[in-house]
């Protein structure tokens, strides 16, 4: 059963700290997004990758957000310095994108991140 | 920019009474709309794909519709496990890969 994994599924920390997501997508997916989720702002898309290349990330604080691709099986979202309004659940999904295909994105599980 | 409006925010319903949700869209070219149910404590689990105006899929008790300006997801007879979270997003045929999602409707099904 394949699906999008995450790591750690729960992460408390103290502001200031860093804080390091970690998503294994689906195996074959091309395509890796990171949303975050807060009862105020719903949903939102932060960053995503294709082939491991970096498409898109305006949705990204850059100050203190970053957001990589070691290797197709690894993607890192990674917080430093962390700040309380950082609090949030963030998730990473994964797609197969092909030339005028349209894309369903699965998602995993989340990481949910309180930061004190 | 692209907007998407779900209504309504909560709906409570009786075991077995039908009825819709509502996701209403501005985009600049529609290249699709998905559908998605979330349970408290999870990620999104995807449901539908949308394409063009007219279309229509179904799964189990749920049937979703799509015209230019909205999309409808029809809850027929549901059951306590319908309960969730339903999400609406569109892409842009402009903006990559790009989902732009509502806010959700909060569907609580009573035994």
């Known amino acids: 059963d394949a699906r999008v994994t995450q790591t750690p599924r729960h992460k408390v920390t103290e502001m200031g700290q860093e804080v390091t997501m970690r998503c294994q997508p689906i195996l074959g997916h091309n395509t890796v997004f990171w949303y975050r989720q807060t009862m105020m702002q719903g949903l939102e898309l932060l960053a995503y990758f294709r082939n491991r290349a970096p498409l898109d990330d305006s949705g990204m604080p850059k100050d203190r957000f970053s957001a990589e691709m070691p290797d197709a099986t690894l993607a890192t979202l990674k917080i430093q310095p962390s700040e309380p309004r950082d609090s949030a659940v963030y998730f990473c999904a994964s797609g197969l994108v092909l030339p005028r295909s349209y894309n369903e994105q699965f998602f995993g599980p989340g990481t949910r991140l309180t930061v004190l | 920019e692209d907007q998407v409006t779900q209504s309504p925010e909560a709906l409570r319903l009786q075991e077995g009474e039908s009825s819709s949700l509502n996701c209403s869209y501005t985009?600049?070219?529609?290249?699709?709309l998905f559908w998605y149910r979330q349970d408290p404590g999870k990620g999104p689990e995807f449901l539908f794909t949308l394409y063009s105006a007219g279309e229509e899929k179904e799964k189990e008790r749920l049937k979703a519709t799509l015209t230019k300006k909205e999309s409808f997801l029809h809850i027929t007879a549901p059951k306590p496990e319908d309960s969730a979270t339903y999400l609406c997003?569109?892409?842009?045929?402009?903006?990559?890969?790009?989902?732009?999602f509502g806010e959700g409707t909060q569907l609580t099904v009573n035994p």
């Open positions: 985009v600049s070219g529609l290249r699709g």
């Open positions: 997003a569109v892409q842009d045929a402009t903006s990559g890969s790009r989902l732009t």
